[in-house]
C-alpha cells in the first residue's frame, strides 16, 4: 500500500527520481565554508542517528507514543477506548506515522521515521532562511544551529512528536509566506499549505493556536 502511490503515478515519478539523479550528478560550485558547514552538518546528523539506534527509555514514549504501535502490531485494530486511555481520541497523526515504521523495523523503524522528520524539518528551517533573504552560508549556520542544540537532541533521542508536528506548521507557513511573496503558484501553495496545517491539526491539538496566526499574516500580505 506504501509503495501504491508510485506505482499509480509511475511517469511522474520516474521524472523525479531524473530530477534527483541530475541533481547528485550536477558539478558543485559551493565555497569552501559551504563545504566545511555541510560536512559539519553531516557529523551531528549521525550523532543523532546512532543514539536513534538505542532502545527507547523515555517515559512518555513508552506510555503513549509506543502504545498504540504496539497494539496496531499486537492486536491489528485500535479500539479508541477512552475507558483505559483517556487520550485514545486525541489527534494521533504522529503516533500513526510511528506506527507504519513500527510495523516494517519494530522499535527502531518508529525511532527513524521520527528521525526522518527531524532531518526534513532541518531542510525546512535551511528553506525559511533563504525565502528570508539569507545566502547558502547563512542558511546552513541556521541549519547548523538548530541541529545542535540541546532541545533537538532531546528531541530525536526520544518519540516525542515535536518533529513531526512541526514539519507540518513550518510547511504550512511556508508555503503561506511562498503565497504572499509570489502569486504566481498561488493556488498550489495554498492546497498545500492547507493541507500540511491540516495535518498538523491531526498531529496536535495545539494547532488551534497557530491557525489564528497564520491567517492574519496571510491576511494581512495579500
Not at 491489528?76 to 486511555?85: I, Q
Not at 506515522?97 to 525546512?124: D, H, Q
Not at 506548521?169 to 493541507?195: C, E, F, I, S
Request: charged letters at 10%; aromatic letters at 10%; proline letters at 3%.
Amino acid at each position: 500500500l506504501l509503495v501504491l502511490p508510485v506505482v499509480i503515478t509511475w511517469r511522474r515519478s520516474q521524472a523525479t527520481l531524473q530530477r534527483v539523479w541530475q541533481w547528485f550528478s550536477a558539478p558543485r560550485t559551493t565555497s569552501a565554508m559551504s563545504f566545511v558547514l555541510g560536512s559539519a552538518l553531516v557529523a551531528v546528523v549521525l550523532v543523532h542517528f546512532l543514539i536513534v539506534l538505542m532502545p527507547e527509555r523515555g517515559y512518555d514514549a513508552l506510555v503513549t507514543h509506543l502504545l498504540l504501535p504496539a497494539r496496531i502490531a499486537w492486536q491489528h485494530v485500535w479500539a479508541f477506548d477512552v475507558d483505559n486511555y483517556v487520550w485514545a481520541v486525541m489527534p494521533l497523526l504522529g503516533d500513526w506515522l510511528y506506527t507504519i515504521g513500527y510495523m516494517l523495523g519494530g522499535e527502531t523503524g518508529a525511532r527513524l521515521v521520527n528521525l526522518g522528520s527531524f532531518v526534513l524539518l532541518a531542510r525546512l528551517v535551511y528553506e525559511v532562511a533563504v525565502w528570508a533573504g539569507a545566502r547558502e552560508e547563512g542558511a546552513l549556520w541556521a541549519v547548523l544551529l538548530f541541529v545542535s542544540t540541546p532541545l533537538a537532541l532531546t528531541e530525536t533521542s526520544s518519540l516525542f512528536i515535536e518533529c513531526v508536528w512541526s514539519c507540518f506548521v513550518l510547511g504550512g507557513a511556508l508555503a503561506l509566506l511562498r503565497l504572499m511573496t509570489d502569486r504566481r503558484d498561488g493556488a498550489v501553495q495554498l492546497v498545500v499549505g492547507g493541507v500540511l496545517l491540516a495535518g498538523a491539526l491531526a498531529a496536535k491539538a495545539v494547532t488551534f493556536m497557530v491557525l489564528p496566526v497564520l491567517a492574519l499574516a496571510l491576511a494581512i500580505g495579500i
